[in-house]
């Protein structure tokens, strides 16, 4: 082993002793007598030590220390955990080995599917194994794992909760796929190819968020199917409001048993023991959040996703895996059947559908004419005539019609863009946007206008009273944007004695009733009213639209159908008023037609080769570590034949409260790098050899390296 330039000389000859077997250790404890080699990943964030290293396994942790178990052990001087890969019976490099401290618990909780799982999600986003493990295994709860170890006498091993009821589940799978998929084209076959222990690849668009059709219940029957052939699922959804629907609809076709939950929201220890359920084979489904990707389902069978466009699926450490990725590699590895499933199309799920790496599951026109709601859009012609003031309005006359009609029928939603009261002022004489004298951030107001009123920060919260303009001198604000406070108090005012709730920020309502009320809620925070909504009303739109985003369109478009699914069919009065001016995106929710935006979105990022036509990497950090990292990796990929396409160095520009001042820049920098899916392999072995190298010298300073980020554009 070459000696490494960060380690201090001091310490080359203990390092040289960690993860380097002999054939023997001449003094200490006696080794195993099988297999006396183990082969542990130590959980450390340094990408240059990311790799197995070997140590000696005493005689008397034998039988406890297996592959998958948690360890501890002695790594230059400091005590570290970490996994067992494997065990082998002599290694070549011919030092004396370090013997395992000991085996923290002989609960196997890294299953081989799960270990090869992370290893392909760690090389396709250029990150480290340890860092993806942090994800795939939850925290160890001691209590837990003695009741795992000690299972009842008359229950020697955890048998199938379907085992002696297939023949039911599979009539009942039957009878809910006439009623669910039937009005889907591919829809029914799919469901069939499930239950005779097919793995088919399907994108399908549900057209309801709620009742009896809605999509938590189309895929707990494509679930039970599943089970019905004796296979295990993962469902993962984006955040626990998903999740208590899907699993309320599970629990209709399926044991309570069967069922278990894996979310950080749950707490430690429920999570724990369903995942400690998972590995004994007591359940078969798992469902829940980021996490419940790499769940030790046996016999897996299915992995389901829905709504991939949701940033809730982006993991917020590094590497920041995707949901909707982890989950391909996983049906590519384990030979499962995959559904991704979304009311909008993401235009990464295009791409595989154009690919026929996956069916469309679409739902025929009749269908989905007796199915959603009508879609009137404010801001063409015919309304105009009608309403010449509908394009400057922010609730035009048709919108106010259609709330004070579907007030007479049950709620309506009210669908705004912005949290808060007030969420930016401007300066009422030359309209510049107010900014804090202390940090430079956004003043904004958190409450009611009036006399008492006064401006804070959104960064630092710091009261401005005596605000005054840095470039006119002026002293009075007026609002520059209208939240979702402020538009149920003016709704509370244009329909007096109607019920107004909100759900925005921290009061996000999963659910309301079917009483005649206005739900004025932020994109994202749309509540399931039961039976659905009458009518819904989307403000705001051109300001979604506007926003400086790659992905504004279509993360517009996915928001708009989420909210529209959520409203009673057009034969029930259900109704939909959209006041966006932009032709292409109101289009698609005029014909309710979101695998058509996304072909026409994808179809221009091929055009332009931007994601996900062309896979891309971002190199964030000082300039001077930018510029030597993205040169080192040109160099070396041209070494090998791999052409790069570039973009940078450019400044990056801070937002928020840490930025130290609107639009700051400082000395940090991005470059960008454009690269082929055939090249990817290449270039993200390149990516982490160059990021495990400069960790090892330390010549420069760190840098950031993430792989297909969706909001670096």
Same mark, same amino acid.
């Given at each position: 082993?070459?000696?490494?330039?960060?380690?201090?000389?001091?310490?080359?000859?203990?390092?040289?002793?960690?993860?380097?077997?002999?054939?023997?250790?001449?003094?200490?404890?006696?080794?195993?007598?099988?297999?006396?080699?183990?082969?542990?990943?130590?959980?450390?964030?340094?990408?240059?030590?990311?790799?197995?290293?070997?140590?000696?396994?005493?005689?008397?942790?034998?039988?406890?220390?297996?592959?998958?178990?948690?360890?501890?052990?002695?790594?230059?001087?400091?005590?570290?955990?970490?996994? #067992? #890969?494997?065990?082998?019976?002599?290694?070549?490099?011919?030092?004396?080995?370090?013997?395992?401290?000991?085996?923290?618990?002989?609960?196997?909780?890294?299953?081989?599917?799960?270990?090869?799982?992370?290893?392909?999600?760690?090389?396709?986003?250029?990150?480290?194994?340890?860092?993806?493990?942090?994800?795939?295994?939850?925290?160890?709860?001691?209590?837990?794992?003695?009741?795992?170890?000690?299972?009842?006498?008359?229950?020697?091993?955890?048998?199938?909760?379907?085992?002696?009821?297939?023949?039911?589940?599979?009539?009942?799978?039957?009878?809910?796929?006439?009623?669910?998929?039937?009005?889907?084209?591919?829809?029914?076959?799919?469901?069939?190819?499930?239950?005779?222990?097919?793995?088919?690849?399907?994108?399908?668009?549900?057209?309801?968020?709620?009742?009896?059709?809605?999509?938590?219940?189309?895929?707990?029957?494509?679930?039970?199917?599943?089970?019905?052939?004796?296979?295990?699922?993962?469902?993962?959804?984006?955040?626990?409001?998903?999740?208590?629907?899907?699993?309320?609809?599970?629990?209709?076709?399926?044991?309570?048993?069967?069922?278990?939950?894996?979310?950080?929201?749950?707490?430690?220890?429920?999570?724990?023991?369903?995942?400690?359920?998972?590995?004994?084979?007591?359940?078969?489904?798992?469902?829940?959040?980021?996490?419940?990707?790499?769940?030790?389902?046996?016999?897996?069978?299915?992995?389901?996703?829905?709504?991939?466009?949701?940033?809730?699926?982006?993991?917020?450490?590094?590497?920041?895996?995707?949901?909707?990725?982890?989950?391909?590699?996983?049906?590519?590895?384990?030979?499962?059947?995959?559904?991704?499933?979304?009311?909008?199309?993401?235009?990464?799920?295009?791409?595989?559908?154009?690919?026929?790496?996956?069916?469309?599951?679409?739902?025929?026109?009749?269908?989905?004419?007796?199915?959603?709601?009508?879609?009137?859009?404010?801001?063409?012609?015919?309304?105009?005539?009608?309403?010449?003031?509908?394009?400057?309005?922010?609730?035009?006359?048709?919108?106010?019609?259609?709330?004070?009609?579907?007030?007479?029928?049950?709620?309506?939603?009210?669908?705004?863009?912005?949290?808060?009261?007030?969420?930016?002022?401007?300066?009422?004489?030359?309209?510049?946007p107010a900014r804090c004298q202390a940090c430079q951030g956004p003043l904004a107001l958190a409450g009611a206008s009036g006399s008492s009123a006064i401006p804070q920060c959104r960064w630092c919260s710091t009261p401005a009273p005596e605000w005054q303009c840095a470039h006119c001198t002026g002293r009075k604000l007026r609002k520059g944007a209208t939240g979702v406070l402020r538009t149920a108090e003016e709704l509370g005012r244009a329909f007096p004695g109607k019920a107004v709730i909100t759900s925005s920020g921290g009061n996000v309502k999963a659910g309301v009733g079917s009483a005649k009320a206005l739900v004025v809620a932020t994109v994202g925070a749309e509540p399931v009213a039961e039976g659905g909504y009458a009518a819904a009303l989307l403000l705001d739109g051109d300001s979604l639209l506007r926003r400086e985003n790659l992905r504004a369109g279509e993360d517009t478009v996915r928001?708009?159908?989420?909210?529209?699914?959520?409203?009673?069919?057009?034969?029930?009065?259900?109704?939909?008023?959209?006041?966006?001016?932009?032709?292409?995106?109101?289009?698609?929710?005029?014909?309710?037609?979101?695998?058509?935006?996304?072909?026409?979105?994808?179809?221009?990022?091929?055009?332009?080769?931007?994601?996900?036509?062309?896979?891309?990497?971002?190199?964030?950090?000082?300039?001077?570590?930018?510029?030597?990292?993205?040169?080192?990796?040109?160099?070396?990929?041209?070494?090998?034949?791999?052409?790069?396409?570039?973009?940078?160095?450019?400044?990056?520009?801070?937002?928020?409260?840490?930025?130290?001042?609107?639009?700051?820049?400082?000395?940090?920098?991005?470059?960008?790098?454009?690269?082929?899916?055939?090249?990817?392999?290449?270039?993200?072995?390149?990516?982490?050899?160059?990021?495990?190298?400069?960790?090892?010298?330390?010549?420069?300073?760190?840098?950031?390296?993430?792989?297909?980020?969706?909001?670096?554009?």
């Amino acid at each position: 082993m070459a000696s490494d330039e960060s380690v201090p000389p001091g310490a080359v000859q203990l390092s040289l002793l960690q993860g380097f077997p002999a054939k023997a250790r001449p003094s200490g404890p006696p080794l195993a007598a099988h297999l006396p080699v183990a082969r542990v990943l130590v959980e450390t964030p340094l990408p240059h030590l990311d790799r197995p290293f070997d140590y000696s396994v005493p005689a008397e942790l034998d039988e406890a220390a297996q592959a998958g178990v948690r360890v501890k052990v002695s790594f230059n001087g400091q005590d570290l955990s970490g996994f #067992i #890969i494997e065990r082998t019976a002599e290694s070549d490099a011919g030092h004396t080995l370090v013997p395992l401290q000991k085996v923290v618990s002989p609960v196997v909780v890294l299953t081989p599917a799960v270990r090869d799982l992370v290893s392909a999600v760690a090389a396709r986003y250029a990150g480290t194994v340890s860092d993806v493990l942090r994800v795939a295994v939850p925290p160890r709860m001691a209590r837990l794992e003695k009741d795992f170890l000690s299972p009842p006498a008359a229950e020697p091993a955890a048998p199938d909760p379907l085992a002696d009821a297939g023949a039911v589940i599979g009539q009942e799978v039957n009878s809910g796929t006439e009623a669910q998929w039937a009005g889907y084209r591919n829809g029914p076959a799919f469901v069939r190819h499930l239950r005779d222990g097919g793995s088919p690849r399907a994108v399908v668009s549900p057209l309801q968020g709620f009742g009896p059709a809605a999509w938590p219940h189309l895929i707990a029957t494509a679930v039970a199917a599943v089970r019905a052939s004796g296979r295990g699922a993962v469902v993962v959804v984006p955040d626990y409001r998903d999740l208590d629907q899907l699993e309320k609809a599970l629990l209709a076709v399926l044991p309570a048993d069967d069922i278990a939950r894996l979310t950080a929201d749950d707490g430690p220890t429920p999570r724990y023991r369903n995942f400690l359920r998972l590995l004994a084979g007591s359940a078969r489904v798992a469902i829940g959040t980021r996490s419940a990707a790499f769940a030790p389902v046996r016999n897996l069978g299915l992995v389901a996703c829905w709504d991939d466009g949701d940033d809730l699926h982006i993991e917020q450490r590094a590497p920041y895996a995707h949901t909707r990725d982890v989950l391909l590699l996983r049906a590519d590895q384990e030979g499962t059947a995959c559904l991704m499933a979304g009311h909008s199309r993401s235009t990464e799920l295009q791409r595989l559908v154009e690919a026929g790496w996956a069916m469309p599951v679409e739902a025929d026109r009749a269908f989905a004419r007796l199915t959603v709601p009508r879609v009137l859009n404010t801001a063409d012609s015919f309304e105009q005539e009608r309403d010449p003031l509908a394009l400057v309005a922010r609730l035009p006359g048709a919108a106010w019609r259609a709330a004070k009609e579907g007030l007479e029928r049950g709620p309506v939603l009210v669908q705004v863009a912005r949290a808060g009261y007030a969420p930016s002022l401007v300066c009422e004489t030359c309209r510049e946007p107010a900014r804090c004298q202390a940090c430079q951030g956004p003043l904004a107001l958190a409450g009611a206008s009036g006399s008492s009123a006064i401006p804070q920060c959104r960064w630092c919260s710091t009261p401005a009273p005596e605000w005054q303009c840095a470039h006119c001198t002026g002293r009075k604000l007026r609002k520059g944007a209208t939240g979702v406070l402020r538009t149920a108090e003016e709704l509370g005012r244009a329909f007096p004695g109607k019920a107004v709730i909100t759900s925005s920020g921290g009061n996000v309502k999963a659910g309301v009733g079917s009483a005649k009320a206005l739900v004025v809620a932020t994109v994202g925070a749309e509540p399931v009213a039961e039976g659905g909504y009458a009518a819904a009303l989307l403000l705001d739109g051109d300001s979604l639209l506007r926003r400086e985003n790659l992905r504004a369109g279509e993360d517009t478009v996915r928001r708009w159908f989420n909210a529209a699914a959520l409203v009673r069919p057009a034969s029930e009065g259900g109704l939909v008023v959209i006041t966006a001016t932009e032709s292409v995106a109101v289009g698609a929710l005029l014909r309710w037609d979101p695998a058509g935006y996304a072909r026409r979105e994808l179809e221009l990022r091929m055009e332009l080769q931007l994601p996900p036509a062309v896979r891309i990497a971002s190199v964030t950090g000082p300039r001077a570590a930018v510029v030597h990292f993205s040169g080192t990796v040109e160099r070396e990929l041209a070494t090998a034949g791999v052409a790069l396409r570039t973009a940078g160095p450019a400044p990056l520009v801070l937002t928020g409260p840490a930025a130290g001042g609107a639009g700051s820049a400082g000395d940090d920098a991005r470059t960008l790098l454009f690269f082929a899916y055939g090249q990817a392999a290449a270039v993200t072995r390149v990516l982490r050899a160059t990021k495990a190298a400069a960790a090892a010298k330390r010549s420069t300073e760190p840098v950031q390296v993430r792989l297909d980020g969706v909001d670096v554009l």
